[in-house]
């Protein structure tokens, strides 16, 4: 099965001695999200939103040479213009020998975690305060593209598959970074890192992030998934629902107050199997359902071909909702598309190219969740991937190179696939659209 991925090619919390700054007056309990049956409710009231992936929030916010605070302040000022109330961001980064993976990233095999990604973090939670900006942080990553778990492998066993490798088609690399699963010493490295940063406390703020309301969910991955096919899973799938359902309850011990959900793709993330995810968000330590659709990867459309494929890729797309609609029915939880994205018209990376089907994509996407909103069912929200905003490719052929400045597209894409330029007005308007259809959908939202 071919994921957006695939296309292209041990520590402890961080020590200071310095006083942090008086905190914040304390949230009352009304201001986290809740989860309610199939909605969200935040402060009594019912909680839907619109949001945008931005995975680098946490880099521009460092104060590095890499990052870069005033860019994140407008950024998220034009996010909050258009409506944009959550943002899903990247929480970890593992560096090591994937040729493809960022860097800088929060942690090394050895030695402190990054005390600027950290603070970065940090700024960033801050400024989405100001905002009243919520956020999904995802704690690792199955793709190679910020190290994740097969970077945790490597760090336990010295091996490692590399995505793109040619001696290593697909699907070699998921197939052996699904082992994470079942390697203690790996998943014990990973519970490291979910102990530091679901247990740290904010040095802008002074808000421990267990107590902060701007975070709405912690998720467990980026698109975790037990195998990349299903010979290969069978084997893993014990020990893929034991680290589900057991890094849940680690990070429900430490924060009562938070949200918790997987990040799966969805069926494509279940290698097709609906028992799979059914079982995966079964658990009653994960409390809603995620999605993401991906119709170019999934060759149901053909980007060269837009005119001639659309519509039966856009069919696709419909019965793909249905089909996870269904099942977060039969859970009795929410559901949240939480990926998203569709090419330039002609399949072109430049802030150049129209974007007319891509527009149709989205709001394709935004009827589905109004129409849910509207009818009392479960798809309560959705995250776009993703907001390039002021980012542009530095080079003629869309590659990154260290230094360049980021983009929604990770540095493994193409810089401009799938990612909306703050220059994109007509998919800007659909986006604010359907905030403002939203925020008057069904009961209002909360603000």
Same mark, same amino acid.
């Given at each position: 099965m071919v994921t957006r991925r695939s296309l292209?090619?041990?520590?402890?919390?961080?020590a200071s001695s310095l006083a942090l700054p008086a905190p914040l007056l304390a949230a009352p309990a009304g201001t986290f999200v809740r989860r309610s049956g199939t909605g969200f409710t935040l402060g009594g009231a019912p909680y839907r939103f619109v949001g945008a992936n931005i995975w680098y929030g946490a880099w521009l916010g460092a104060s590095a040479?890499?990052?870069?605070?005033e860019r994140l302040k407008r950024e998220l000022d034009t996010l909050a213009a258009m409506g944009v109330?959550?943002?899903?961001?990247?929480?970890?980064?593992?560096?090591?020998?994937?040729?493809?993976?960022?860097?800088?990233?929060?942690?090394? @095999?050895?030695?402190?975690?990054?005390?600027?990604?950290?603070?970065?973090?940090?700024?960033?939670?801050?400024?989405?305060?100001?905002?009243q900006m919520k956020a999904v942080l995802?704690?690792?990553?199955?793709?190679?593209?910020?190290?994740?778990?097969?970077?945790?492998l490597f760090y336990a066993t010295g091996n490692y598959v590399d995505m793109g490798d040619p001696a290593h088609p697909w699907p070699a690399f998921p197939n052996a970074t699904a @082992?994470?699963?079942a390697n203690r010493q790996a998943v014990e490295l990973y519970h490291d890192w979910v102990r530091a940063l679901v247990g740290r406390t904010n040095a802008v703020t002074g808000t421990r992030y267990a107590e902060d309301p701007t975070i709405m969910a912690w998720q467990l991955a980026n698109e975790p998934r037990p195998a990349g096919s299903a010979e290969a899973a069978a084997p893993l799938l014990p020990a893929f629902y034991a680290w589900v359902q057991g890094t849940a309850k680690l990070i429900k011990m430490i924060d009562r107050n938070h949200l918790v959900c997987t990040g799966s793709e969805g069926l494509k993330g279940a290698v097709e199997s609906a028992d799979i995810y059914l079982k995966e968000h079964g658990f009653p330590e994960i409390d809603y359902c995620t999605a993401h659709i991906w119709p170019l990867n999934w060759s149901w459309i053909d980007a060269r071909n837009l005119a001639g494929t659309n519509d039966k890729g856009l069919a696709l797309v419909r019965d793909y909702i249905d089909r996870h609609v269904a099942l977060a029915r039969q859970l009795g939880k929410p559901l949240v598309i939480e990926e998203f994205g569709y090419p330039r018209d002609g399949g072109g990376y430049d802030p150049e190219s129209a974007t007319s089907y891509k527009d149709a994509y989205y709001k394709l996407i935004y009827d589905a969740v109004e129409n849910s909103v509207r009818t009392g069912g479960p798809i309560q929200g959705s995250n776009f991937w993703a907001w390039n905003g002021e980012g542009r490719a530095a080079?003629?052929?869309?590659?990154?190179?260290?230094?360049?400045?980021?983009?929604?597209?990770?540095?493994?894409?193409? @810089?401009?696939?799938?990612?909306?330029?703050?220059?994109?007005?007509?998919t800007r308007a659909v986006i604010?659209?359907?905030?403002?259809?939203?925020?008057?959908?069904? @009961?209002?939202?909360?603000?």
């Open positions: 292209l090619g041990a520590g402890g919390a961080l040479d890499f990052g870069d605070r109330t959550n943002l899903r961001i990247l929480a970890s980064a593992e560096e090591g020998p994937l040729k493809n993976s960022v860097k800088p990233g929060f942690r090394q @095999q050895r030695g402190p975690w990054n005390a600027a990604l950290l603070d970065g973090l940090d700024f960033c939670l801050a400024e989405m305060t100001k905002r995802y704690l690792t990553n199955f793709w190679e593209w910020s190290g994740g778990m097969a970077t945790y @082992q994470f699963y080079h003629g052929d869309h590659r990154y190179q260290h230094g360049d400045p980021f983009v929604g597209d990770p540095p493994h894409e193409p @810089q401009g696939w799938y990612g909306v330029f703050d220059s994109d007005a007509s604010a659209a359907h905030a403002k259809a939203l925020a008057t959908a069904g @009961q209002p939202i909360a603000a």
